[in-house]
């Protein structure tokens, strides 16, 4: 088995020295059949080499050296070999998908008739539970997270940003049925841009709670993140509420990015000794309404004539909410805990080379957990590779400005993020993390592990970290 451990890029790049000698010709496998003889890490090592040199290519628009390096991977890569084979045939197929979109009118042909049914995105969301502990221990800390901090209330409002799967919140259901002092009354708003998925999600768990005998709503909001219209989620006076993201914030930071590039300089004051401090406005309790429609009259200031000149895409931007604007409506919603689930990954550089480098390290790592625990001729695990994490490596390699969504981040950027948006950290309890463990050792999940980090949880495979969960709540 290949694994590509952190930091050992410097070694992979020494013992690439005597691969970089060779000729980089289109022919390279008919003239070297050796290459088809190279022992698994000897291909692995020289599949990075040859992806490297590929992107190189492609990021200096160099298109004949790119189309000969792709020839060369592709006759090395595969999506049924060992793990570096197939993340190098969707890193390949990345790389042509950047390629293609230097013409537009071809890219869209292409790929014009291409279409995932909507029980395609549930099945494959469903082999990804079910092939990975991550979102079970997610689940599990999360869960423990509402409870402690739920702990006396009668009215019970939980927003799940990313509803697509029922176990989490019948797990919940069940927790909260066995309270001494009787179950609450729940309302779990969902939050998905797939109608069918909300259906599916109300009738299991409208099911378990009849059940259970515990009162119980559930409020479908069909909506993608970044044009959420939080009014929809129908947060009301009385309610106790907790906030679930999984897997989703990472999102709008395309809109972010957008934002920034369009948003005025900001205002710049002088102190008495001549140092230019940026002016901080401050934070007033408001009405949510009143602080987006503020948010989106202050956002984009438009000439009179500038209706007509202005492109789609920019006419777009302004329906799209900002990470930081968007934190701030949450904010003002005052949660009494909002728990957080990312990748734990620093997938959003701004040149391709530095996304590249790292989607090869986390990707490896994630292939790799298959490869320990699946069969490589498995239909499911072919599935999850090619409809999740090849799309994921797509995104981040093919894809710029909104389109790209994948801009995955590490655990200390978001610290940095929520406190500025008013959130304090709330350190995850023992007990969670006990839970949380003895789910991995009694599931026979060998090489995950979990470590702590600023109170916060970091589910690794081997060394590699890949998802973080932290817990926070508005510091007022």
Known sequence: MFRLQEGSFSAISSSLKFFSMMPHSSSLGSTHPWIKELKSEERGLYLIHLLLTCANHVASCNLENANASLEQISMLASPDGDTMQRIAAYFTEALADRILKTWPGLHKALNSTRMVMVSEEILVQKLFFELFPFLKVAFILTNQAIVEAMEGEKMIHVIDLNAAEPAQWIALLQVLSSRPEGPPHLRITGVNPKKEVLDQIAHRL??????????FQFNPVVSKLENLDLDKL????????????????????????????????????KSPNGIHLQRIQPMNQTTLGDLLAKDMANRYTKSPDSTSSSSPASSN??????????????????????????QDSNHNGATLMERLLEALYSYAAVFDCLESTVSRNSLERTRVEKMLFGEEIKNIIACEGLERKERHEKLDKWFMRFDLAGFGNVPLSYFGRLQARRFLQSNGCEGYRMREENG????????RSLFSISAWRTRK
């Open 206 to 215: 409208i099911e378990e709670a009849e059940k259970l005998d515990i009162p």
């Open 317 to 342: 931007t302004s329906n799209l909410m900002s990470m930081e604007n968007f934190l701030t409506a949450l904010w003002s919603l005052s949660p009494k805990v909002m728990v957080v689930t990312e």
């Open 234 to 269: 129908r947060v009301k006076t009385g309610e106790a509420l907790a906030i679930s993201s999984i897997l989703q914030l990472h999102t709008l930071l395309a809109s972010n990015d957008e934002t920034m590039k369009r948003k005025p300089p900001p205002l710049l004051l």
């Open 456 to 463: 916060c949880v970091v589910v690794c495979w081997q060394d």
